[in-house]
């Protein structure tokens, strides 16, 4: 029972992962390293070194999934970033 019990657990966590979206920040030649560190720290509530790594992802890769979640709770952060000037999109 216990297996089956589990088994059902994962299998609906896998399920909520198909209703989970994802803001990618694209990079830009505008915006300063601090800036989307701070903005990152502020808006998607990164910690400082999680923001670091994906300013520099941005710049060398050209794009980064900042925050993955339910798109209604991703629409309020990507506004945020809009407004602070960075480059972003929901998908």
């Known amino acids: 029972m216990a297996i089956k019990e589990k088994f059902e657990s994962e299998l609906k966590i896998h399920e ?28 998607c509530e990164h910690t400082y070194t999680q923001a670091e790594q994906c300013s520099i992802l941005v ?5 980064c999934v900042v925050k993955t979640g339910l798109h209604k709770d991703l ?3 990507w506004k945020k970033l809009l407004q602070a000037g960075l480059s972003a999109e929901i998908v």
């Open 75 to 77: 629409v309020p952060r």
């Open 59 to 63: 710049h060398y890769k050209g794009k």
């Open 16 to 43: 909520n992962y198909d209703d989970l979206n994802k803001i990618i920040l694209f990079n830009d030649d505008v915006n300063t390293f601090d800036h989307v560190i701070e903005t990152l720290i502020s808006t």
